[in-house]
């Protein structure tokens, strides 16, 4: 058997590879929309890829099933668990082959034997590997969004992202049942997990790639309870808003996704600095600055928002982008390449071109915001100069705040800022050390107001011991 693992960490996001020596077949589980990687391995190890394998809808990146259909004839293997048939809608032309608890999929000599494992997901399955070289005991399992290193699968995602309501205690109570399944399974199975720390599909997954159901039986905290209320309210205690672009995915991923061969390819446009400022006011389009926020700070054309590549970059990108506009960016002829592909990864096809960066800092009109110590905002707060805002998630807020902040969560600010912050005096905005608050900051001057950030965010505020609060 050959088993492989790819990692996308703009996504935080497991797929694999698994092969079957004797037969030259393989699969891929979880596949990502960018199948080159997978083709490319298969070719160096003689295989043809003839079955896709999905855990379930996933919410936070664009599946690869339909383009793997597409391009290698092969078989999409989804859950007819939950309800409404899973909820996949895939056209006539995808193979597929819905399978239930227990079904068994050979590929080759190797078995995946399918559980259905809900919880994160109403539909979501994992599979049980058996490799053919043993076939009396199965080697591991991939569990897809259902068990991670050191976490589970969250179960509020329908409910806060898709609006399904009371959806969250139901996937809760379900997640109870799912790891009492878990829970018998032999110690030594290695677990395979289809995301690893910075996915947002849990509250605090683990860095390492893979664990055993043994160490997780032993240390992760969810597998601990044996009372469902205790585990519920564990459970969904903590879990961050999820990004606004997981419902674009959840649609996406029923089956709807186009093929990458269809997309129409960014244009690199020669520098404007005219043109550049029409598209900025024109409703349809949406112009990004990826410079660094110090350059950004410094001059930047009117209109534009800034969120800074790489770090980053797709979170906020899917946090704060309209699927329905036209996306165009300042950035560095050398990784037009990359941002593409990281677009299309969350499903963001309409990326129309690029612009250099090298001239926006000679540009005629440009705009500038000041970075200042807390020391400085604070005084001004004193003398009622300045309003603080506060763009940290929910539960940061909840846990410590500056007295008399305005809290707006970054990835509302653009629909929430003109309700929530009076434009009646200048803002300092913050988040935990300065990142987000850097891209607030380009949001907030779009709409008029006079902005500040605070260097090195709450962080650096506390470490001057300044005053905060707790709720």
Request: glycine residues 8%; proline residues 6%.
């Amino acid at each position: 058997m050959f088993l492989k693992y790819f990692y996308d960490d703009s996504l935080a996001q497991a797929s694999y590879m698994v092969g079957c020596q004797a037969t030259g077949e393989a699969a891929i589980v979880d596949p990502s929309r960018n199948i080159e990687a997978y083709i490319r391995t298969a070719e160096k190890q003689g295989f043809t890829i003839t079955a896709a394998l999905e855990t379930h809808i996933h919410a936070d990146f664009v599946s690869g099933s339909i383009e793997l259909s597409d391009r290698t004839g092969a078989t999409v293997y989804h859950s007819a668990e939950g309800e409404r048939n899973g909820g996949y809608s895939f056209p006539a032309s995808v193979n597929t082959a819905p399978v239930r608890h227990k079904d068994t999929i050979n590929i080759g000599k190797t078995v995946f034997e399918v559980l259905h494992t809900p919880g994160h997901t109403p539909e979501h399955i994992s599979f049980l590997l058996t490799d053919g070289a043993n076939p009396k005991k199965p080697i591991g399992i991939f569990t897809g969004d259902f068990v991670f290193v050191g976490d589970v699968g969250r179960p509020d995602l329908l409910e806060k992202s898709v609006g399904v309501k009371d959806s969250a205690t139901k996937g809760a109570s379900q997640m109870f049942e799912s790891l009492k399944q878990f829970k018998q399974l032999d110690d030594y199975l290695q677990v395979w997990p289809g995301h690893g720390a910075g996915s947002s599909c849990g509250k605090a997954l683990g860095a390492v790639p893979t664990t055993t159901v043994g160490y997780e039986k032993q240390f992760n905290p969810a597998l601990q309870y044996d009372d469902e209320q205790s585990f519920s309210d564990f459970l969904l205690d903590g879990q961050p808003e999820p990004p606004a672009y997981f419902k674009e995915m959840k649609e996406l991923n029923k089956g709807v996704t186009g093929l990458l061969g269809a997309i129409e390819q960014p244009v690199e446009f020669a520098y404007s600095e005219e043109k550049i400022r029409e598209l900025a006011q024109d409703e349809q389009a949406l112009v990004v600055d990826t410079r660094p926020s110090s350059l950004y700070s410094q001059g930047h054309l009117a209109g534009t928002i800034n969120i800074p590549y790489p770090d980053g970059f797709l979170e906020w990108m899917g946090w704060l982008t309209d699927y329905r506009l036209n996306v165009y960016l300042i950035a560095e002829p050398e990784v037009k390449a990359s941002l593409a592909e990281a677009f299309y990864s969350i499903g963001i096809d309409n990326v129309r071109g690029f612009f250099s960066p090298k001239n926006v800092s000679q540009a005629k009109e440009q705009r500038t915001y000041e970075t200042v110590p807390p020391s400085e905002i604070k005084e001004l707060k004193r003398e009622d100069k300045i309003r603080i805002v506060d763009v940290r998630f929910e539960n940061e807020w909840n846990a410590e705040r500056i007295p008399g902040a305005i809290h707006v969560m970054l990835g509302s600010l653009q629909e929430e800022a003109e309700e929530k912050i009076p434009h009646d005096k200048p803002v300092a905005v913050h988040c935990a050390s300065g990142k987000r608050s850097a891209i607030a900051a380009s949001i907030l001057l779009n709409k008029g107001y006079e902005v500040k950030n605070i260097g090195g965010g709450f962080a650096k505020w506390k470490a001057d011991s300044l005053e905060t609060e707790k709720p």
